[in-house]
């Protein structure tokens, strides 16, 4: 099976802009989780799609958005960009909801300038 | 506040040595110890625990879990230059009926030949 993959892998965006990043999971899974790692604050949960439905979030402010499709991809939005959120964006599918056993991509490294 | 605290932060050995690398927790609603490593982007799974003093061994890894004490330790005997990681430990706690995957910061590890 093809693994989780994630597109772009790098992208450089200005304050102000936003962003729209984009993860396919592995086929037949159907949860999608979305994290934020930064040498900081090192992993942290933003949020999970299920069968289309957020199914949780994490404590991020609302200019970060997601959404996932029927067939299981899912797109996280940040608006207004910030510098500080510059980071590597990790998903991760799951052939069911509940945080164990997630398969990670690659990762978008986020610059924003 | 849950908190998932990982030692040493960094960690420098030469092939062949054995390496133990600690994680421990306070946190709410507890459910399950995660392990992963993560070599260049994607973190790739490595244990699930879930039950105390139950080791899981994959190879030369092993990690085992104290739910008395909140803590887990994961072992590399043996190690070679490809365990060069970062390895991270994640709680994973009950939310309701949802979830919550808190990481620490991971630990470094580097293996010289």
């Known amino acids: 099976k093809a693994g989780v993959t994630q597109t772009p892998r790098y992208l450089i965006k200005t304050r102000g802009q936003q962003v729209t990043l984009s993860c396919s999971p592995i086929?037949?899974?159907?949860?999608v989780s979305w994290y934020q790692q930064t040498p900081g604050q090192g992993l942290q949960f933003l949020f999970e799609y299920f069968s289309e439905t957020q199914r949780n979030k994490g404590n991020f402010p609302g200019r970060f958005s997601g959404r996932q499709f029927s067939n299981s991809r899912s797109e996280m939005n940040v608006s207004t960009l910030e510098l500080g959120d510059s980071a590597l964006y990790l998903c991760?599918?799951?052939?069911?909801?509940?945080?164990?056993?997630?398969?990670f991509g690659p990762g978008t490294r986020l610059l924003v300038l | 506040e849950d908190k998932v605290v990982q030692s040493p932060l960094s960690l420098v050995v030469h092939e062949g040595d054995t390496v133990t690398l600690n994680c421990s927790y306070e946190?709410?609603?507890?459910?399950?110890l995660l392990w992963y490593k993560q070599e260049k982007k994607a973190p790739t799974f490595l244990f699930m625990l879930t039950s105390s003093g139950i080791e899981k061994k994959s190879g030369r890894l092993s990690s085992i879990l104290d739910k008395k004490e909140l803590f887990s330790i994961l072992n590399i005997t043996a190690t070679q230059t490809g365990d060069s990681a970062i390895y991270l430990c994640a709680a994973l706690l009950n939310r309701g009926s949802n979830y919550k995957l808190t990481f620490g910061k991971g630990t470094l590890l580097t293996v010289n030949p």
């Open positions: 946190v709410t609603n507890f459910r399950s």
């Open positions: 086929s037949g899974h159907r949860s």
């Open positions: 991760a599918s799951s052939p069911a909801t509940g945080g164990e056993t997630q398969y």
